[in-house]
């Protein structure tokens, strides 16, 4: 067992590892948010800026929430947590962190720490989003599926999707 808490990302993407469009999530998938909002439950969440901007610029009740950006000013505006490095944040969070630290987007910040990510929380929307203009990065040859259910579309559920745990190639 690590000695420090794991860090883990969470994130929903399309067949082209769409993830966002407009700074905005490009489906409704109601079976999700109540995953993600059990995954993150009582943890610390980092985000980027514009994912907290995606957000209404508010903190999700229940967890902790940190945000990326060179400008500090926004932690006083919206009384939230801020870092201005990734290293430092993933250093200073996974220190305070009891549970795990999660990843929570949006493109840039996937991209930055993926490689730091021990655990890949991932839903593989079952459909192929048109002008997206945010990816998640390929993953595939460096994690393992670990366990996979299918949740059908519905009128909560624009598209079917798969709910993905994947661990770290070697750290099974
Ligand atoms: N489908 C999903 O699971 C999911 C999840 C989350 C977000 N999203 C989507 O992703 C999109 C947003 O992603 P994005 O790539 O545009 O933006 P982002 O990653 O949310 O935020 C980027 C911003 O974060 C700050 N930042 C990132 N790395 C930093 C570092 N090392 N040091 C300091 N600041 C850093 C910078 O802010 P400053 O410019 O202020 O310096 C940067 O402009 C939206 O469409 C959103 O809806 C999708």
Same mark, same amino acid.
């Given at each position: 067992?690590?000695?420090?808490?794991?860090?883990?990302?969470?994130?929903?993407? !399309?067949? /082209?590892?769409?993830?966002?469009?407009?700074?905005?999530?490009?489906? *409704?998938?109601? !079976?999700?948010?109540?995953?993600?909002?059990?995954?993150?439950?009582?943890?610390?969440?980092?985000?980027?800026?514009? =994912?907290?901007?995606?957000?209404?610029?508010?903190?999700?009740?229940?967890?902790?929430?940190?945000?990326?950006?060179?400008?500090?000013?926004?932690?006083?505006?919206? *009384?939230?947590?801020?870092?201005?490095?990734?290293?430092?944040?993933?250093?200073?969070?996974?220190?305070?962190?009891?549970?795990?630290?999660?990843?929570?987007?949006?493109?840039?910040?996937?991209?930055?720490?993926?490689?730091?990510?021990?655990?890949?929380? $991932? =839903?593989?929307?079952?459909?192929?989003?048109? !002008?997206? /203009?945010?990816?998640?990065?390929?993953?595939? !040859? =460096?994690?393992?599926?670990?366990?996979?259910?299918?949740?059908?579309?519905?009128?909560?559920?624009? $598209?079917?999707?798969?709910?993905?745990?994947?661990?770290?190639?070697?750290?099974?």
């Amino acid at each position: 067992m690590s000695a420090l808490p794991q860090v883990a990302v969470i994130a929903a993407a !399309d067949l /082209d590892r769409a993830i966002g469009r407009n700074n905005a999530i490009p489906w *409704h998938i109601r !079976d999700d948010m109540r995953r993600f909002r059990e995954l993150t439950m009582g943890k610390i969440m980092l985000m980027g800026r514009r =994912t907290f901007e995606s957000l209404g610029c508010r903190c999700l009740p229940g967890r902790s929430s940190v945000v990326l950006t060179s400008d500090l000013s926004l932690g006083e505006r919206y *009384h939230v947590r801020c870092f201005t490095s990734a290293a430092e944040a993933l250093d200073t969070l996974t220190r305070e962190s009891s549970g795990e630290l999660m990843i929570i987007g949006g493109g840039k910040v996937y991209a930055e720490l993926l490689p730091f990510a021990s655990r890949l929380y $991932f =839903t593989r929307v079952l459909t192929r989003i048109m !002008d997206a /203009d945010t990816f998640f990065p390929p993953f595939e !040859d =460096t994690f393992t599926l670990e366990a996979e259910t299918r949740v059908e579309a519905g009128v909560q559920n624009d $598209f079917p999707c798969l709910f993905q745990d994947y661990v770290r190639k070697g750290d099974c």
